[in-house]
């Protein structure tokens, strides 16, 4: 607030219609900006933004030029007609298909709602091709979670991730018996290998965590914001990492057969992985990274195919596990 210049005496419904007609007016407005404007504490800025968002109104933030922005989505009535091809179509349709491991959650409702939208304005020939092209993906889900039992909780996250909202949850890890209660500033929410992920920052661990979406019992959105760091990208979080797991990287060489070696050469499994071709056909795959027990379990995936050269104690764990499944199929079927 300028020095000098007189508080204004009206009411919060007064002032908050203010405020929004200085976010329309301005593509981008701080914090500072507002309290300036309205003559009150930042304090009493944060409050008002959070009755204009719970009233409805799309609030998005942006950082500019070190400051964070308030503005709102670009105001329907500006938005042109939204035009589809064929082709678009049927990618969206793609897209839809391959949510189907969430169906229950409000996820999945919202693409439904989506497409009923789209279905809605589609000229009587688009939607005649749309019940085509709604059956040429089909997604072969192996091994997925369902996610129905906790569609509330996805909710609940879904909205923080929205308005930058602090969480509250109950988590359950499986090496603890029993849940336990962090304070989380959600981040980003994470698909790996058929599982959602919630990344965010832990209070109680003063730490970025990863958190498995089915693990969290309980979600309570407070009305408290937080500020995402400037400097965040979820990307740089599991650059190190095999899959989901952050631990410390190794360099790993392993061979891999000719009868598969090409299956394993069409994929990128690492950003730092290099392969060599040798004579006899096979392949060694490098590449270095953490997340010991997830390359474990992607290696015996492969059987007799696969061959871990190094790290050396990585070579012994294998050679321990091959051993031991031995002796399990060596001995005969166990009784049920």
Known sequence: MQKGKPAKKYSQ?????DIIRLIEARHGITIEELAEESGVNRRTIHRDLNA????GY???SDWVNGSKAYRFLTRFKDVPPVNFTLQEL???????SQLDFLKGTS???DMEAIFHKVNSVLPPRYAAHMDRIARVSLPLLQGGRDYSGIA???KDIRDA???QYRLIINYWAPAKKSAEEYQVDPYTLIYNKGGLYLLGYAHNRRAIRTFAAERIKTVMVTRERFEMPEDFRPEEQFKSAFGMVEEAPISVSIR???????AISDRLWHPTQTIRREKDGSIILSFRAGGRMEMVAWILSYGRHAEVLEPADLREEMQATVVGMAALYGAGPTSP
């Open 90 to 96: 049927m990618t969206l349709s793609f897209l839809r």
């Open 161 to 163: 991730l929205l308005y």
């Open 58 to 60: 799309p609030l998005v």
């Open 152 to 154: 509330e909780q996805l």
């Open 107 to 109: 996820f999945h409702d």
């Open 52 to 55: 204009i968002q719970e009233a």
């Open 256 to 262: 891999f057969s000719p009868t598969i070696a090409h």
């Open 13 to 17: 419904a007064a002032r908050l219609h």
